[in-house]
T-cell receptor, first 111, second 112 residues
């Protein structure tokens, strides 16, 4: 079936730097795309979403970019903090179906 | 609101045993989902429900069954446990017209 995938399985950044996590998706019919953060031993938590008719959305310290031409999604985290260390998943929501998650990227923030 | 509650948190099963993973949400959400997460991997959809009385298969439904008799509860049943079902299971719910899925804390299942 169609899938959502991530380019980088692990990412190490220094505290204070900006982080960029990338994701490729394949289902062009998805209504929206979502980023989730999963801390060790916990369930995923919603970070931010973006509708398919948008190309950028900003939240608090996070920005999601959507490039439908190349089916690419990215999450930018500004001024990365130790508390940002987690696994980040992108997900897509095809119409009439459930959330389809990618493999995930582990973000490690070093002092 | 408690959100999404899963029980038990941990369980060890012997091959061939059966069990039910419980999931309850108190947000009156229509949509509920069961995912499994293997170590170092993403979440794979097992079953989902768009409302009471309606369930559908996801990506990996074999070996599992679900029911949705009420809006609040969405139990996942394993009839004949196999080592391949060793995983962490997450239940999630989404409200009508919303995009944010709320996840439970997970059930860590080991089949030996």
């Amino acid at each position: 079936g169609e899938s959502v995938g991530l380019h980088l399985p692990t990412l190490s950044v220094q505290e204070g730097d900006n982080s960029i996590i990338n994701c490729a998706y394949s289902n062009s019919a998805s209504d929206y795309f979502i980023w989730y953060k999963q801390e060790s031993g916990k369930g995923p938590q919603f970070i931010i979403d973006i509708r398919s008719n948008m190309d950028k959305r900003q939240g608090q310290r996070v920005t999601v970019l959507l490039n439908k031409t190349v089916k690419h999604l990215s999450l930018q985290i500004a001024a990365t903090q130790p508390g940002d260390s987690a696994v980040y998943f992108c997900a897509e929501n095809p119409p009439g179906y459930a959330l389809n998650f990618g493999k995930g990227t582990s973000l490690l923030v070093t002092p | 609101n408690a959100g999404v509650t899963q029980t038990p948190k941990f369980r060890i099963l012997k091959i061939g045993q059966s069990m039910t993973l419980q999931c309850a949400q108190d947000m009156n959400h229509n949509y509920m989902y069961w995912y499994r997460q293997d170590p170092g991997m993403g979440l794979k959809l097992i079953y989902y429900s768009v409302g009471a009385g309606i369930t559908d298969k996801g990506e990996v439904p074999n070996g599992y069954n679900v029911s949705r008799s009420t809006t609040e509860y969405f139990p996942l049943r394993l009839e004949l446990a196999a080592p391949s079902q060793t995983s962490v299971y997450f239940c999630a719910s989404v409200g009508q017209g919303n995009t944010e899925a709320f996840f439970g804390q997970g059930t860590r299942l080991t089949v030996v």
